[in-house]
C-alpha cells in the first residue's frame, strides 16, 4: 500500500542547477498538488492538477514548472535552482476536492537545499 | 484573501489530560471549510478534521475535538486523553467553498508535546 511515493527524500543543489522532484500515486485519485513548507512555516501551494493533462499554478508558482502525463505521475521542476526555493517540498493526492471529506493523501517529503 | 493564525507556537501537556489549541481565520467569504492537520516528526500531512462553516455542530473523531465560532472566526483544536502519539505539529487551514477553489491556507502551526 505505497499511496504517495516521493522522490529523492533530499538533495542539495547549487545556485542555477535544475533538477526534478519525483511523485507517483497509486490510489487513482484525480487530483495531485505540490507544496512546500519553509522553517516555522505552513504549507503553501505552489501548483495543482485536476487530472491527466491539466495543470494550474497555486500560490507560489514562480521558479517552477509541472506536468501531469498520466494520472499516477505529478512531477516538480526547478529551472534554475535559487537559494530561496530552499524547502521541503510535499506531494499530495485526493479522490476529490479539498472540500469534500475525502482527504489529502500526503507524501513523506523532499529536503532540497540549495547552495 | 485569507489568512490563518495559530497564536500558540509551542504547547505541552500531561498524558491523559486535555489540550486545546488554538486558530483564528480572517476571510470574506460566507461558506468555506476548516481543518487541522497533524504533521509527527515523519514529516507526514495527516487529516486531524474537517468542518464546514455552514454546518453549526463542532466536528468531532473520536479524543478530537473542535470548538468552531462563525462569529468570533474562532476554530480551536481540543485533544481529550493525550496521548504520546499526539506528539507532532498541528496545522489549522482554509479553503473557501465552491467548485474553483482548491488552495488550502495553512497557519503556522502549533508544535506539542505530550510529557509522560
Known amino acids: 500500500n505505497a499511496g504517495v511515493t516521493q522522490t529523492p527524500k533530499f538533495r542539495i543543489l547549487k545556485i542555477g542547477q535544475s533538477m526534478t522532484l519525483q511523485c507517483t500515486q497509486d490510489?487513482?485519485?484525480?487530483?495531485m498538488y505540490w507544496y512546500r513548507q519553509d522553517p516555522g512555516m505552513g504549507l503553501k501551494l505552489i501548483y495543482y492538477s485536476v487530472g491527466a493533462g491539466i495543470t494550474d499554478k497555486g500560490e507560489v508558482p514562480n521558479g517552477y514548472n509541472v506536468s501531469r502525463s498520466t494520472t499516477e505521475d505529478f512531477p516538480l521542476r526547478l529551472e534554475l535552482a535559487a537559494p530561496s526555493q530552499t524547502s521541503v517540498y510535499f506531494c499530495?493526492?485526493?479522490?476529490?476536492?479539498?472540500?469534500?471529506?475525502?482527504?489529502?493523501?500526503f507524501g513523506d517529503g523532499t529536503r532540497l537545499s540549495i547552495l | 484573501a485569507q489568512t490563518v493564525t495559530q497564536s500558540q507556537p509551542e504547547m505541552s501537556v500531561q498524558e491523559a489530560e486535555t489540550v486545546t489549541l488554538s486558530c483564528t481565520y480572517d476571510?470574506?467569504?460566507?461558506?468555506?471549510?476548516l481543518f487541522w492537520y497533524k504533521q509527527p516528526p515523519s514529516r507526514q500531512m495527516i487529516l486531524v478534521i474537517r468542518q464546514e462553516a455552514y454546518k453549526q455542530q463542532n466536528a468531532t473523531e473520536n479524543r478530537f475535538s473542535v470548538n468552531f465560532q462563525k462569529a468570533a472566526k474562532s476554530f480551536s483544536l481540543k485533544i481529550s486523553d493525550s496521548q504520546l502519539g499526539d506528539t507532532a505539529m498541528y496545522f489549522c487551514a482554509f479553503t473557501p467553498s465552491g467548485a474553483g477553489s482548491y488552495q488550502l491556507t495553512f497557519g503556522k502551526g502549533t508544535k506539542l508535546s505530550v510529557i509522560p
Open positions: 490510489m487513482n485519485h484525480n487530483y
Open positions: 499530495a493526492s485526493s479522490y476529490a476536492h479539498v472540500t469534500t471529506d475525502q482527504p489529502q493523501h
Open positions: 476571510t470574506s467569504e460566507s461558506n468555506y471549510y
